[in-house]
């Protein structure tokens, strides 16, 4: 991976003020009127890897979220989950296979978040095996979708952790002042 030059300090106002805040409000409306609260939309996460990645939106829309990487956002210790629709999907996969992922990880109401970053070549052995089995997939009558998934303990493994947040407070964040 190259040296990293990321964008902490936006990132985390970004989280902050669209994120976590308008986030808090809602789930709480949601709750006193008996709905679920569907979440954040996965626009928003990719807004937030942009800013935090000094990256942009990848115009194409059947690739790569961003120019440089995929986004996904889970659950803290869910497992992340790809979906490739049967138009455009072996493009996605192609494309995907080609980037760094970002991973989202996120628990209590978004107070709690992690971001890792992994490196193309760790995942291409995964790419590589999803392709015959989209492949296999699309083949079949009336198959519009192929979704696999990337466990929450291999991005741990593999990933580089970029920052944390904890309680709402950014706890750690890559190259910064411990002291």
Request: hydrophobic residues 35%; proline residues 4%.
């Amino acid at each position: 991976m190259p040296q990293l030059d990321i964008n902490v300090d936006d990132a985390y106002d970004f989280y902050l003020k669209y994120l976590l805040d308008p986030t808090n409000n809602k789930a709480d409306l949601y709750t006193k009127y008996g709905f679920k609260y569907p979440g954040i939309p996965p626009s928003d996460w990719e807004l937030f890897g942009a800013i935090l990645m000094r990256d942009h939106k990848n115009p194409s829309d059947t690739g790569a979220d961003l120019l440089r990487h995929e986004v996904k956002s889970a659950g803290m210790r869910s497992s992340f989950e790809y979906q490739y629709h049967k138009n455009h999907g072996l493009d996605k996969l192609r494309d995907e296979a080609n980037v760094d992922h970002l991973f989202f990880s996120y628990g209590d109401n978004y107070q709690n978040l992690d971001a890792r970053l992994v490196d193309t070549r760790l995942l291409a052995p995964i790419f590589e095996s999803w392709l015959p089995l989209l492949e296999k997939n699309y083949n079949l009558d009336g198959r519009q979708r192929f979704r696999k998934s990337v466990s929450y303990g291999f991005v741990v493994k593999n990933g580089l952790l970029l920052l944390s947040i904890r309680e709402g407070k950014l706890t750690y964040a890559i190259g910064m002042d411990e002291s």
